[in-house]
């Protein structure tokens, strides 16, 4: 009884004076034809670069999600693993365009209420938040044909 | 003396209305007023209304203070928009054309970058516009270099809150990989040359339809 004492005093004040929370998330965009593009600029057919224009941009866009942990990040509450080519090319559909382009990715950790509470206790859940942004274009086709 | 000889009820009063004054007189010295009771006492209303609404309005600036403190979280942004040349997060980063083929992209390296919270060289204005290491990565890898890209780049975000002992700490990264990529452009037709045909009519240089 002493020896086990012995060992659950360590871990009950390591639980108590450490802690982590927060989430992961895996990002890619494999399947889209148009080119998705962190900068302005893509290629044209012949290998030249194009760089797009404020005036191209056609539409805006931002995807969000979401990814949820809980017991010191051990357990995942959702996949994470996001492929945002099926959003991308549903607003390429509806908004028809030939790039992607400027795109930007933010991570964003949870606030510090939630993150102190979840390191406190982690059987409450944590979060992130990662954003996608960038802006659909439409490049003169004399240019690029 | 002779009035308390005279009459001691009518001294015992005098005595007891002295002692009031004197506490009175103590009292409104303490006040810091050298007026009248009533003047004393209605600065002391006066003080006391207007205490608590001091007090009230340094709880509600210490009440926002504490949940602008509380709902702030830390945020890393990939941003590539300073580069001239194209960064895909696909395979593809040539504009889709009816009429001409793409050209043969050729992996010639890798590339692997990490954006931190930590980790911003120069800032502006503009957050979206700060410089990071990703960046100047990138630039490293292919700038000055136009037919240079990088491709299937894909991002892991992470978010961290440590706790340690009453010390916290909150990290926010995005892990960048991907591949180098060069175009390489190939002779659709061989450069045949009879005798007497002219340099200038060598075939150009064409996109090849490989992927």
């Not at chain 1, 030939?98 to 979060?127: K, Q, R």
Request: net charge neutral; aromatic share 8%; hydrophobic share 40%.
């Amino acid at each position: 009884m002493k020896a086990l004492n012995h060992f659950l005093f360590p871990v009950a004040c390591a639980i108590i004076l450490t802690g982590c929370a927060g989430a992961s998330c895996h990002l890619t965009a494999s399947s889209v034809a148009q080119p998705v593009s962190c900068t302005p600029c893509v290629y044209d057919a012949s290998g030249n670069i194009v760089k797009a224009t404020p005036q191209e941009v056609v539409r805006h866009i931002t995807i969000s999600k979401y990814n949820w942990t809980m017991l010191w990040t051990a357990v995942p509450l959702n996949n994470r693993n996001w492929d945002i080519s099926t959003n991308l090319n549903e607003m390429l559909q509806s908004t028809p365009g030939d790039a992607v382009v400027n795109v930007t990715v933010t991570a964003e950790s949870c606030d510090l209420f939630d993150g102190f509470i979840a390191d406190l206790i982690p059987l409450i859940p944590s979060y992130t938040r990662t954003t996608v942004q960038g802006d659909i274009v439409r490049i003169p086709q004399a240019t690029h044909e | 003396m002779a009035d308390e000889r005279a009459n001691p009820v009518k001294s015992a009063g005098n005595s007891r209305r002295n002692s009031c004054l004197i506490r009175l007189s103590t009292f409104v010295d303490c006040a810091g007023n050298s007026g009248s009771l009533f003047a004393s006492q209605r600065l002391m209303k006066n003080q006391r209304s207007q205490f608590p609404g001091r007090f009230a309005l340094l709880k509600s600036v210490a009440a926002a203070c504490c949940l602008v403190f509380l709902c702030s979280c830390t945020s890393t942004v990939y941003d590539m928009r300073q580069l001239d040349q194209p960064v895909v997060l696909n395979n593809n980063p040539f504009l889709i054309s009816r009429t001409a083929p793409p050209p043969t992209l050729v992996r010639v390296d890798t590339y692997s970058a990490t954006a931190s919270n930590d980790q911003i060289a120069s800032q502006d204005a503009d957050f979206y516009s700060a410089v990071n290491t990703a960046q100047l990565n990138a630039f490293l890898r292919i700038g000055g270099t136009p037919n240079c890209s990088i491709r299937n780049v894909t991002l892991n975000t992470e978010c961290y809150w440590l706790y340690l002992v009453l010390l916290f700490d909150n990290r926010a990264d995005i892990e960048a990989t991907g591949e180098v990529a060069e175009i390489k452009a190939r002779l659709l037709q061989p450069p045949l040359r009879t005798m007497g045909q002219s340099l200038t009519n060598q075939p150009a240089l064409q996109p090849t339809v490989q992927n």
